[in-house]
């Protein structure tokens, strides 16, 4: 069964550092998605993805945040410069229509940890 | 925006019982209303759903119900099993932006 991949599965890195987030989606999917999880808390959307650009994006997307398909496969979700309250756990998922008419699937997560 | 309230956030059960999550909604707009499972360490799996033009979908003992008047719906869990135990989100697809629930943490004692 196709499933929606990401590396790495925990980032550790220090306050004002760059971060990029790798996402493998399911082949034939054409809408992508980044989410957020702080620990204990519900998910939270940032950002959607479609046809190389974004769709939608929510209040917590701001310009620290950029995503990009550099090729055919990958899709990353960049933050520039890491601030303490970014620790959270990030998850990619997609959806082969639009954001409302059909299933995500999500990944397992990368868990960034910024120090 | 789009305002997801989910009841309760701990749900604890005997092995064997139903389990019953409720969330209600404030879009009038929202039409697609996904559950998610999601098993420590690992991200939100997609166990049913169900579309503002049905009122219940069945899926062996994982049940949904909407009631788009009063703007709720429900996951009904039958026969609960001790590998049920995670936390379960609701989620309102209005606006093309999700918004999740707060989720239920359930637990199911053997």
């Known amino acids: 069964e196709p499933e929606v991949t990401q590396t790495p599965s925990h980032q550790v890195t220090q306050m004002g550092q760059e971060v990029i987030l790798r996402c493998v989606p399911i082949s034939n999917h054409l809408y992508f998605y980044w989410y957020r999880q702080i620990l204990g808390q519900k998910v939270e959307f940032l950002v959607s993805?479609?046809?190389?650009?974004?769709?939608?994006k929510s209040e917590i997307f701001d310009d620290q945040f950029s995503v990009e398909r550099p090729d055919g496969s990958n899709f990353t979700l960049k933050i520039r410069s890491t601030k303490l309250e970014d620790s959270a756990m990030y998850f990619c998922?997609?959806?082969?229509?639009?954001?409302?008419?059909?299933?995500?699937?999500f990944g397992p997560g990368t868990r960034l940890t910024v120090l | 925006g789009e305002n997801v309230e989910q009841h309760p956030s701990t749900l604890s059960v005997q092995e064997g019982d139903s389990a019953v999550i409720k969330c209600t909604y404030s879009d009038s707009a929202s039409n697609y209303f996904p559950w998610y499972k999601q098993e420590l360490g690992k991200g939100p799996q997609l166990i049913i759903d169900i579309r503002s033009n049905v009122g219940e979908k069945k899926d062996q003992r994982i049940a949904v119900t909407l009631n788009k008047t009063a703007k709720h719906f429900s996951l009904h869990i039958t026969e609960t099993q001790p590998e049920d135990s995670a936390v379960y989100f609701c989620a309102s697809g209005g606006s093309y932006i999700p918004t999740f629930g707060r989720g239920t943490s359930l637990i199911v004692h053997p």
């Open positions: 998922a997609s959806s082969q229509y639009r954001e409302d008419a059909d299933t995500q699937y």
């Open positions: 993805f479609y046809n190389n650009e974004i769709s939608e």
